[in-house]
């Protein structure tokens, strides 16, 4: 029986990482995931966003409500939702997809993920491209596809960069997108601060504003005026609620961010995403209208062709030329990661670099043509409504089966190639989100609620016909075995990985840590505070926004080089100590 034991351990050792629940000991606490989400959601799509709100019409009053509301109704989603789903299961989505579904549904899953994927880095490497654009003096690109050779070639070789680093060196670009996210919370902010002045000074000759009350009415005479760019009545309070909702649908209701909340210690840490939703989706989209709104105007253009590039430099100066591209680069790297494991899902036999550099292909012609990242908006919608039915087949896998005496892993427990009921669901689900899309009964916003409660009850109809509730003794026994083997080899691994963290207190360390803290955030807000509070005409606006834009690309340039080395330092640290 010892031997046996022994045996089945060995062969789960063989068995890749990806594939086995994370083991308790891997799990991360509540400042891990507050770091994680505000990088990932402060990115380039904040200024296609943000400019899409003012060109759909929205009010201030419905912006300033309507996006608190639908940010924290997807910050609960991730919490009550998502997480518990990723801490019971400790399995990424793909992982469950392809244990619980088979092979057929996960190839079909991976090949959405793949599209979607693809379309999201095509789009933040053409934002990218957009600043660099401004750089070289080549026209605005007002046009769905490319109207100039030198842009196209400059989005071009953006794309394959991206697709360089995702094949050679991911693991250094994470790193560098972790220390990015303090910086662009602080750059996102202070651009719509700097260019607040301007704008009313445009409204109203004066270049301060007395109180909030004034801010209002400001942003809502010159941004969120209620019109849109057909000079038609704009979106009201529910649809600015829907699609703040919907944007990441596919990471809560869908469960992609289960790759990421399995880590989690406690499914509470759901609630951490706050710093993604209450800044990146909240201050940074609000911030970003205010930043296009001005630069329009400062260039006599509609907000709906100004270019993120553009945006970025009228508020950042040189600085705004280095977030575009950081933060574009950045979100489309992870994304053509992700594309590329979905890809080799979808093709196992192609090794993951080479399908990543495939993959590539079709980023590297996509990332030349605008009009995706212009259509961000509706993308990322349309992705959720595609993905959301997985989310809900596993939701009530997870939470209704048990509860009605169904087996959450009835189809490992039956044994059968292809999990039917799921690949039912999924046709009927996209059939019936779709189908109220053409009869537009409900805002395509909100599509994907009564499609994720159709396909729960559709899949626990058809599972419960397909056996889901039939007993199979030894399957499983043979299930307990293997999860008992898990638990032990998991054991072995703590013993042999458990490391004690060491909290690097050098002096030197913690210079350094004060020296990118003052340099590259303190002063950048003290600047920007500057320009929209001490700026009482227009020369002394002009003065202060100049002293902000000089000062500001040395400090981040500060920034990133002392925020670097103390990474490294503390890295180096914890592997002398290991």
């Given at each position: 029986?010892?031997?046996?034991?022994?045996?089945?351990?060995?062969?789960?050792?063989?068995?890749?990482?990806?594939?086995?629940?994370?083991?308790?000991h891997?799990?991360?606490?509540?400042?891990?995931?507050?770091?994680l989400?505000?990088?990932?959601?402060?990115?380039?799509t904040?200024f296609?966003i943000?400019?899409?709100?003012?060109?759909?019409?929205?009010?201030?009053?419905?912006?300033?409500?309507?996006?608190?509301?639908?940010?924290t109704?997807?910050?609960?989603?991730?919490?009550?939702?998502?997480?518990?789903?990723?801490?019971?299961?400790?399995?990424?989505?793909?992982?469950?997809?392809?244990?619980?579904?088979?092979?057929?549904?996960?190839?079909f899953?991976?090949?959405?993920?793949?599209?979607?994927?693809?379309?999201?880095?095509?789009?933040?490497?053409?934002?990218?491209?957009?600043?660099?654009?401004?750089?070289?003096d080549?026209?605005?690109?007002?046009?769905?596809?490319p109207?100039?050779?030198?842009?196209?070639?400059?989005?071009?070789?953006?794309?394959?960069?991206?697709?360089?680093?995702?094949?050679?060196?991911f693991?250094?670009l994470?790193?560098?997108?972790?220390?990015?996210?303090?910086?662009?919370?602080?750059?996102?902010?202070?651009?719509?601060?700097?260019?607040?002045?301007?704008?009313?000074?445009s409204?109203?000759?004066?270049?301060?504003?007395?109180?909030?009350?004034?801010?209002?009415?400001?942003?809502?005479?010159?941004?969120?005026?209620?019109?849109?760019?057909?000079g038609?009545?704009?979106?009201?309070?529910?649809?600015?609620?829907?699609?703040?909702?919907?944007?990441?649908?596919?990471?809560?209701?869908?469960?992609?961010?289960?790759?990421?909340?399995?880590?989690a210690?406690?499914?509470?840490?759901?609630?951490?995403?706050?710093?993604?939703?209450?800044?990146g989706?909240?201050?940074?989209?609000?911030?970003?209208?205010?930043?296009?709104?001005?630069?329009?105007?400062?260039?006599?253009?509609?907000?709906?062709?100004?270019?993120?590039?553009?945006?970025?430099?009228?508020?950042?100066g040189?600085?705004?030329f280095?977030i575009?591209?950081?933060?574009?680069?950045?979100?489309?790297?992870s994304?053509?990661?992700?594309?590329?494991?979905?890809?080799?899902?979808?093709?196992?036999?192609?090794?993951?670099?080479?399908?990543?550099?495939?993959?590539?292909?079709?980023?590297?012609?996509?990332?030349?043509?605008?009009?995706i990242y212009?259509?961000?908006?509706?993308?990322?919608?349309?992705?959720?409504?595609?993905?959301?039915?997985?989310?809900?087949?596993?939701?009530?896998?997870?939470?209704?089966?048990?509860?009605?005496?169904?087996?959450?892993?009835?189809?490992?427990?039956?044994?059968?190639?292809?999990?039917?009921?799921?690949?039912?669901?999924?046709?009927?689900?996209l059939?019936?989100?779709?189908?109220?899309?053409?009869?537009?009964?409900?805002?395509?916003?909100?599509?994907?609620?009564?499609?994720?409660?159709?396909?729960?009850?559709?899949?626990?109809?058809?599972?419960?016909?397909?056996?889901?509730g039939?007993?199979?003794?030894?399957?499983?026994?043979?299930?307990t075995?293997?999860?008992?083997?898990?638990?032990?080899?998991?054991?072995?691994?703590?013993?042999?990985?458990s490391?004690?963290?060491?909290?690097?207190?050098?002096?030197?360390s913690?210079?350094?840590?004060?020296?990118?803290?003052?340099?590259?955030?303190?002063?950048?807000a003290?600047?920007?505070?500057?320009?929209?509070?001490s700026?009482?005409?227009?020369?002394?606006?002009?003065?202060?926004?100049?002293?902000?834009?000089?000062?500001?690309?040395?400090?981040?340039?500060?920034?990133?080089?002392?925020?670097?080395?103390?990474?490294?330092?503390?890295?180096?640290?914890?592997?002398?100590?290991?």
């Open positions: 029986m010892n031997n046996h034991s022994e045996d089945h351990q060995f062969s789960i050792a063989e068995i890749d990482d990806e594939q086995l629940p994370v083991p308790e891997r799990t991360h606490g509540a400042s891990h995931f507050l770091g989400y505000a990088a990932e959601h402060v990115a380039a904040e296609v943000g400019a899409a709100f003012v060109a759909l019409g929205a009010t201030i009053q419905d912006i300033l409500v309507g996006l608190l509301i639908g940010n109704l997807a910050m609960l989603s991730f919490w009550l939702i998502t997480a518990p789903i990723a801490v019971k299961t400790r399995l990424s989505l793909y992982t469950y997809l392809e244990r619980n579904m088979g092979e057929k549904f996960s190839r899953y991976n090949v959405a993920n793949v599209l979607i994927f693809v379309a999201i880095s095509a789009a933040m490497i053409t934002v990218s491209a957009t600043a660099v654009r401004a750089l070289f080549i026209p605005p690109q007002v046009y769905p596809y109207s100039n050779f030198a842009f196209a070639f400059i989005a071009a070789s953006a794309a394959v960069i991206a697709v360089l680093v995702a094949y050679f060196g693991n250094i994470s790193e560098f997108a972790s220390i990015c996210a303090p910086w662009l919370m602080i750059m996102f902010t202070a651009g719509g601060m700097v260019l607040i002045p301007a704008l009313n000074e409204l109203t000759g004066y270049t301060t504003l007395s109180g909030f009350g004034e801010f209002i009415d400001l942003a809502g005479a010159t941004v969120f005026t209620g019109v849109n760019a057909a038609e009545p704009g979106i009201g309070l529910l649809e600015v609620i829907g699609f703040a909702w919907a944007a990441n649908t596919f990471a809560h209701f869908g469960l992609i961010d289960m790759a990421l909340l399995r880590y210690k406690k499914s509470v840490y759901g609630l951490c995403t706050a710093t993604g939703m209450m800044f989706h909240y201050i940074a989209w609000i911030s970003a209208a205010l930043m296009g709104a001005a630069t329009a105007s400062i260039m006599k253009t509609s907000i709906a062709v100004v270019e993120p590039g553009d945006v970025a430099y009228y508020a950042l040189s600085t705004g280095v575009v591209i950081v933060a574009g680069w950045t979100t489309a790297n994304n053509l990661y992700r594309a590329g494991l979905a890809a080799q899902a979808v093709f196992p036999k192609i090794a993951r670099q080479k399908i990543t550099l495939l993959v590539g292909l079709v980023v590297v012609f996509g990332s030349c043509f605008p009009f212009r259509n961000i908006l509706p993308l990322l919608t349309y992705a959720g409504l595609i993905l959301v039915p997985i989310g809900g087949i596993v939701f009530a896998e997870q939470h209704l089966f048990p509860r009605m005496g169904m087996k959450t892993n009835w189809f490992r427990l039956k044994g059968v190639k292809d999990n039917v009921p799921a690949l039912i669901t999924w046709a009927i689900s059939a019936f989100g779709f189908g109220l899309n053409i009869i537009n009964i409900i805002p395509f916003y909100y599509l994907f609620l009564p499609t994720w409660f159709v396909s729960i009850i559709v899949y626990t109809v058809f599972a419960k016909k397909h056996g889901a039939n007993e199979h003794p030894e399957a499983e026994a043979r299930e075995a293997y999860d008992e083997a898990v638990k032990a080899y998991h054991t072995e691994l703590e013993r042999k990985e490391v004690e963290i060491v909290k690097d207190t050098r002096l030197l913690r210079g350094i840590m004060a020296i990118w803290i003052v340099v590259g955030l303190v002063i950048p003290i600047l920007a505070w500057r320009v929209l509070f700026s009482p005409d227009l020369y002394a606006y002009y003065v202060n926004r100049q002293m902000f834009y000089d000062l500001t690309i040395w400090c981040t340039v500060v920034y990133f080089a002392f925020a670097w080395w103390g990474l490294q330092r503390r890295k180096s640290l914890q592997k002398a100590s290991a």
